[in-house]
């Protein structure tokens, strides 16, 4: 496991690369970044490498480059730039190897474009932009290889809307509304194809609520409720078909390690064992 970069004391930039081996358990040191960056994303490409963009430098200003790492050495390479400097995108593996950028905050405001990165060609193009800005949402790949967006925000305007890119057409398409607006929800593949979505916030505060993505209907349906309001936690599919929903805040300023999971078969949220320390705006 990689972790690399993020900010602490007041936002100190970090480089500091680290890796865990998880059969001889200690993490060590491996190079550090090019660039201290945080709030970026980091995606492994087919090939094995570590594709990171984006995210905030130590100035506080937004990034628009992007590094590689090599774990066969443990080395980072520049890797061109994005056509922006953006954080809080969503950064997401195609089918074809490609990973797609979607939208984000340039310091500003929140964006609309979205760029593309060939591994093969080490090359960044530009693709169809969104039909709106929006940060804090989600992209998941569907089983077909199209990308389903659903929700996200821009100012004070919260999304129900959901797209789909198809990577053959290079084009964005409508695709049924969720049955209520929600931004840094969580969201999750399930074995069947469809996608749930839960959590989030919106305009009226903190959300518990779930929905379910049909994509052969392109529709969504509700879906047993979270234990919690949960808003930037994180969830990810289980081997079994389960999934694991943990962290985020529940309310104002109250951050949780607590932790549940969701399973299709049920279908429910069951609590489970919670974290040792409560977080947030973490990775899995």
Same mark, same amino acid.
């Given at each position: 496991?990689?972790?690399?970069?993020?900010?602490? *004391?007041?936002?100190?930039?970090?480089?500091?690369?680290?890796?865990?081996?998880?059969?001889?358990?200690?993490?060590?040191?491996?190079?550090?970044?090019?660039?201290?960056?945080?709030?970026?994303?980091?995606?492994?490409?087919?090939?094995?490498?570590?594709?990171?963009?984006?995210?905030?430098?130590?100035?506080?200003?937004?990034?628009?480059?992007?590094?590689?790492?090599?774990?066969?050495?443990?080395?980072?390479?520049?890797?061109?730039?994005?056509?922006?400097?953006?954080?809080?995108?969503?950064?997401?593996?195609?089918?074809?190897?490609?990973?797609?950028?979607?939208?984000?905050? *340039?310091?500003?405001?929140?964006?609309?474009?979205?760029?593309?990165? #060939?591994?093969?060609?080490?090359?960044?193009?530009?693709?169809?932009?969104?039909?709106?800005?929006?940060?804090?949402?989600?992209?998941?790949?569907?089983?077909?290889?199209?990308?389903?967006?659903?929700?996200?925000?821009?100012?004070?305007?919260?999304?129900?809307?959901?797209?789909?890119?198809?990577?053959?057409?290079?084009?964005?398409?409508?695709?049924?509304?969720? *049955?209520?607006?929600?931004?840094?929800?969580?969201?999750?593949?399930?074995? #069947?194809?469809?996608?749930?979505?839960?959590?989030?916030?919106?305009?009226?505060?903190?959300?518990?609520?779930?929905?379910?993505?049909?994509?052969?209907?392109?529709?969504?349906?509700?879906?047993?409720?979270?234990?919690?309001?949960?808003?930037?936690?994180?969830?990810?599919?289980?081997?079994?078909?389960?999934?694991?929903?943990?962290?985020?805040?529940?309310?104002?300023?109250?951050?949780?390690?607590?932790?549940?999971?969701?399973?299709?078969?049920?279908? #429910?949220?069951?609590?489970?064992?919670?974290?040792?320390?409560?977080?947030?705006?973490?990775?899995?």
């Amino acid at each position: 496991v990689l972790m690399t970069g993020g900010s602490y *004391n007041n936002w100190t930039g970090l480089t500091d690369s680290l890796v865990f081996d998880p059969i001889t358990e200690p993490w060590s040191n491996t190079d550090s970044l090019g660039t201290a960056r945080a709030y970026h994303t980091a995606t492994v490409l087919l090939d094995g490498k570590v594709l990171v963009a984006g995210g905030w430098d130590t100035r506080d200003s937004p990034l628009a480059t992007a590094e590689l790492y090599d774990p066969s050495d443990g080395s980072w390479s520049n890797t061109g730039s994005m056509s922006a400097a953006r954080t809080y995108h969503s950064a997401t593996l195609l089918a074809d190897g490609r990973v797609m950028l979607v939208g984000g905050y *340039n310091g500003t405001t929140e964006m609309d474009s979205v760029d593309l990165y #060939d591994p093969v060609e080490g090359t960044w193009s530009s693709t169809d932009p969104l039909e709106v800005p929006s940060r804090s949402h989600t992209t998941t790949l569907l089983p077909d290889g199209k990308l389903l967006l659903a929700g996200g925000f821009s100012g004070s305007n919260y999304y129900s809307s959901a797209y789909l890119y198809d990577p053959t057409l290079a084009a964005w398409s409508d695709t049924g509304d969720m *049955n209520t607006s929600r931004a840094g929800h969580l969201a999750a593949l399930l074995p #069947d194809g469809t996608v749930l979505v839960a959590g989030g916030a919106n305009a009226d505060g903190l959300l518990a609520s779930a929905e379910i993505y049909d994509p052969d209907q392109g529709s969504w349906s509700w879906a047993s409720p979270m234990d919690i309001p949960r808003v930037a936690g994180q969830s990810v599919l289980l081997p079994g078909g389960d999934v694991l929903t943990c962290g985020g805040i529940s309310s104002e300023s109250n951050y949780q390690s607590s932790a549940a999971i969701y399973h299709p078969a049920l279908p #429910d949220f069951v609590a489970t064992d919670g974290m040792n320390v409560p977080r947030a705006d973490f990775s899995i």
